[in-house]
């Protein structure tokens, strides 16, 4: 089994910057896109994870290969990305994770915390995320990142876990290689708007 080559880091230091950037989750109210992606890049868009439209491709999830090698384009970091993967899914992360790691240990590990979610953060190349996820019996199951950006900060990805989208934020040319390659189905956004139906799951 190949191991995935990423590395879990504990100091957050690097990372004060994105809770600064997240408008803060209503208490009462709709939420603003910009409370899970940060506002501040020239160009947004929602790509679904679901693909049902046969003329895109297969109908099935979302193919995160062609959409990271989009984004691995647009850094000057791609060997150093961070990726959050949230906490609260229904396999165990601490026990079911380490398997597919060369050394991976989760002793006295403290979750990077936002507003009402909490993760486990990773560091290395971006495509090495196409590894992560975990076994039942003997079938993989991948499980995405629900948050990716690289060292230069160049783009972000943001998969809030009740969403049936990816939001991504970068640059124009970013933005419109990924809507124009017909290979997604999305729609571009701006982060101060509030969520709508095709972003939230079911």
């Not at 809507?179 to 139906?197: A, M, R, W, Y």
Request: net charge negative.
């Amino acid at each position: 089994m190949e191991k995935i080559n990423l590395k879990l880091i504990s100091d957050y230091s690097e990372l004060e910057w994105l809770k600064n950037s997240l408008t803060p989750w209503p208490e009462i109210g709709h939420l603003q896109l910009s409370s899970i992606i940060p506002s501040g890049h020239q160009s947004y868009v929602a790509v679904r994870c679901s693909n049902s439209d046969p003329k895109i491709g297969p109908v099935g999830t979302l193919d995160y290969e062609k959409l990271f090698k989009y984004l691995q384009k647009f850094t000057s970091s791609p060997e150093v990305c961070f990726s959050a993967l949230w906490n609260g899914f229904g396999w165990d992360v601490e026990s079911e994770l380490p398997q597919f790691f060369e050394n991976l240990n989760f002793q006295n590990y403290k979750l990077f915390e936002l507003p009402n979610r909490a993760y486990y953060v990773f560091s290395g190349p971006l495509l090495e995320n196409l590894k992560m996820g975990h076994k039942l019996g003997e079938i993989f199951f991948f499980e995405p990142s629900n948050l990716i950006w690289p060292e230069d900060r160049s783009w972000f990805l943001a998969k809030e876990i009740d969403f049936d989208v990816c939001l991504i934020g970068g640059s124009n040319q970013l933005i419109n290689e990924i809507v124009d390659s017909g290979l997604f189905i999305c729609e571009k956004f701006n982060p101060e708007q509030t969520t709508n139906s095709m972003y939230i799951c079911g």
